[in-house]
């Protein structure tokens, strides 16, 4: 049995396969992979376009989504090993996953970091004892990364590229009002790096460096693939000759949970705004973002309304890999 938990722990073929598949289905979109069979959609946060896209992909493949709303529909779940559970927790996960597994043929859950500790909170502790747990496979609808918008990122960039190895790929922090999970932005280095690309990450001061697991796997992957990662604060240096520009706001690591003291960081990025003037020094670059997006803060309306934007084309590409993912797991088999 496998899970998708992370493109960590798949290979680059592997992943082809899967977004290979997903076209397929966007030729094709209906199947019977699912004939006969569940998955539960666990939400543990809110959600448009994954929620969307998982019931309406179990439904064309001929299968049932049962959606459960963890953040009220279900009670509190336990899953620390050995705890006494006289606090809110009423079920232990080791029951939970078990239980669920006995009437689905597969689990996915969205489950975002609680902002308090992110030495614990970089384990990814609740998926990962779902994992442990279930006796079918476990889907990662976005914790501390996202897979699956990863294979729909990707998708896109092949569609407009074809081959991306050799390419310079941007991902660059963007403004917003509060700080975010890093989880898009973590999965955009996995993915880009492990595809060949060229990786720039631009943040507006150092503090905003990503997870050591993260940063360490780009510079990994770009040694194999003879391509460089670097990081960046200079926005003419980072911009300069890219062929993609992915736009994300997150929150600088060192301030998890105390987030009063970034405030001065973030300020440090206040022209980090995606506008013309930025994809002018580019090799007219596609941009993505992967939503929802606060237009002229973190995209100016120029850019996204222009021809090169494609995050509506990722956005409709979740519902292809997320199909292709489930028809995998439900069978055992990778492409």
């Not at 798949?10 to 082809?16: A, G, I, N, T, V």
């Not at 970089?122 to 609808?141: F, G, Q």
């Amino acid at each position: 049995m496998r899970h998708f938990l992370t493109t960590a722990d798949w290979s680059r073929q592997e992943l082809q396969g899967l977004i290979d598949r997903a076209r397929e289905f966007r030729a094709s979109p209906q199947g019977d992979a699912l004939r006969g069979k569940s998955i539960a959609l666990v939400f543990f946060n809110p959600s448009l376009r994954t929620r969307t896209s998982f019931d309406l992909g179990a439904h064309q493949l001929g299968g049932h989504a049962i959606i459960l709303d963890a953040r009220g529909g279900t009670w509190p779940v336990e899953f620390e090993d050995g705890v006494v559970m006289d606090g809110t927790a009423e079920e232990h996960v080791k029951e939970a996953a078990r239980v669920l597994s006995s009437y689905v043929d597969l689990i996915a859950i969205r489950c975002f970091p609680k902002f308090e500790n992110w030495t614990a909170e970089r384990e990814d502790p609740l998926i990962s004892a779902y994992a442990i747990y279930a006796t079918v496979p476990v889907i990662n609808m976005e914790t501390i990364v996202h897979p699956c918008q990863e294979l729909a990122h990707m998708m896109a960039l092949q569609d407009e590229i074809g081959d991306v190895r050799g390419g310079n790929y941007l991902l660059t922090w963007v403004p917003h009002p509060k700080p975010l999970n890093t989880a898009v932005a973590n999965s955009a280095l996995l993915i880009a790096s492990k595809f060949g690309m060229n990786v720039r990450l631009l943040i507006p001061d150092e503090v905003y460096r990503l997870d050591a697991r993260y940063m360490d796997a780009a510079n990994g992957f770009c040694d194999e693939a003879g391509t460089r990662f670097s990081v960046h604060t200079d926005i003419a240096e980072a911009y300069d000759d890219v062929d993609v520009v992915y736009a994300k706001s997150w929150g600088a690591l060192p301030f998890f949970g105390q987030w009063e003291g970034e405030a001065p960081y973030r300020a440090k990025g206040a022209d980090f705004m995606i506008d013309d003037a930025k994809m002018a020094m580019t090799n007219d670059a596609l941009v993505s973002h992967c939503l929802p997006m606060r237009r002229n803060v973190k995209i100016a309306d120029s850019v996204v309304d222009s021809p090169n934007f494609v995050g509506l084309a990722e956005a409709e590409n979740r519902l292809h890999v997320q199909k292709a993912i489930m028809e995998t797991l439900v069978s055992g088999r990778a492409r």
